[in-house]
Nanobody
Framework: QVRLVESGGGSVQAGGSLRLSCLAS????????MSWFRQAPGKERKGVAY???????RYADFVEGRFTISRDNAKNTLYLQMNSLKPEDTAMYYC?????????????????WGQGTQVAVSS
């Protein structure tokens, strides 16, 4: 059974950094596309960044230049390095994955989701 487990969330002051991790298990092969989404209270879940097997990445405009997504296929782990954090980055962060051979930041693209890890940024 496929499982995604996030970790690394926490509370930080504005300007600080956090590194999120997502451990994937149950896959026969590494998922083609893995991504991070986030959802603030009362708001819709939005795509933050994705990375495909080859290492190609894409970021949402609101994190471009501050966040870096990466993956270690040998460890079945996805990462999100978050720098220069802002209060508006406060949200639950979710890991998502798909084995389909295409990728985007659309929520419907992904068929497996983690339970989320909370990030809180204070001013």
């Amino acid at each position: 059974q496929v499982r995604l487990v996030e970790s690394g969330g926490g509370s930080v002051q504005a300007g600080g950094s956090l590194r999120l991790s997502c451990l994937a298990s149950g896959y026969a092969n590494n998922p083609y596309c893995m991504s991070w989404f986030r959802q603030a209270p009362g708001k819709e879940r939005k795509g933050v960044a994705y990375i495909v097997l080859s290492g190609t990445t894409r970021y949402a405009d609101f994190v471009e230049g501050r966040f870096t997504i990466s993956r270690d296929n040998a460890k079945n782990t996805l990462y999100l390095q978050m720098n220069s954090l802002k209060p508006e980055d406060t949200a639950m962060y979710y890991c998502a994955a798909t084995t389909n051979p295409f990728c985007s930041l659309a929520r419907g693209m992904f068929d497996s989701w983690g339970q989320g890890t909370q990030v809180a940024v204070s001013s």
